[in-house]
T-cell receptor, first 112, second 113 residues
Framework: DAKTTQPNSMESNEEEPVHLPCNHSTISGTDYIHWYRQLPSQGPEYVIH???SNVNNRMASLAIAEDRKSSTLILHRATLRDAAVYYC?????????????FGSGTQLTVLP | EAGVIQSPRHEVTEMGQEVTLRCKPISGHNSLFWYRQTMMRGLELLIY????????DSGMPEDRFSAKMPNASFSTLKIQPSEPRDSAVYFCASSFSGANVLTFGAGSMLTVL
């Protein structure tokens, strides 16, 4: 299975943009890039996913490198409530949600 | 819309006792997953059901663990007998089969003394 590499931790100031990187150099052409986050004492929560093109939704944006070997989750304006562990996960096309394998993620701290 | 509902939220028990964790998936979702999360091992998939049928239980650690899904709106994860190393947060999640998105419950924190 293709793996992802994320920094263990990052800090951001409140109300500033946050760019969370993810490397996936062994990604295959049909792997989707998923992001989930886990707030303290809660279950993981879906954030966004994409294949090749950049994606936007109400929570975040996903910027995917042209060669797809890396991606960046962008929180446009961090709030204290965005403090969480963010997971970058690859899922094969045609695969089911069972194939979401969670790594250790990036612990995001948002400073007031 | 109600989310995935898990109970109990917290369980403290003694070694050797039976533990039953419960999950109600989102109405209409036909896939259900049980995960376990510990500091050492992170989030691990234990078992996966599709249309109430267990599809993959390769993540179930031992015979002490069993899971059932008697109908589309209810699942249980049972540990008998429990051991201190079973202490963890157990999450239930549901989705439409083949869908991209998992919806997780708030988890059941189990402490086995």
């Amino acid at each position: 299975d293709a793996k992802t590499t994320q920094p263990n931790s990052m800090e951001s100031n409140e109300e500033e943009p946050v760019h969370l990187p993810c490397n996936h150099s062994t990604i295959s052409g049909t792997d989707y890039i998923h992001w989930y986050r886990q707030l303290p004492s809660q279950g993981p929560e879906y954030v966004i996913h994409g294949l090749t093109s950049n994606v936007n939704n109400r929570m975040a944006s996903l910027a995917i490198a042209e060669d797809r070997k890396s991606s960046t989750l962008i929180l446009h304006r961090a709030t204290l409530r965005d403090a969480a562990v963010y997971y970058c996960i690859l899922r094969p096309s045609g695969g089911s949600a069972r194939q979401l394998t969670f790594g250790s993620g990036t612990q995001l701290t948002v400073l007031p | 819309e109600a989310g995935v509902i898990q109970s109990p939220r917290h369980e403290v028990t003694e070694m050797g006792q039976e533990v039953t964790l419960r999950c109600k998936p989102i109405s209409g979702h036909n896939s259900l997953f049980w995960y376990r999360q510990t500091m050492m091992r992170g989030l691990e998939l234990l078992i996966y059901f599709n249309n109430n049928v267990p599809i993959d239980d390769s993540g179930m650690p031992e015979d002490r663990f069993s899971a059932k899904m008697p109908n589309a709106s209810f699942s249980t994860l049972k540990i008998q007998p429990s051991e201190p190393r079973d202490s963890a947060v157990y999450f239930c999640a549901s989705s439409f089969s083949g869908a991209n998105v998992l919806t997780f419950g708030a988890g059941s924190m189990l402490t086995v003394l």
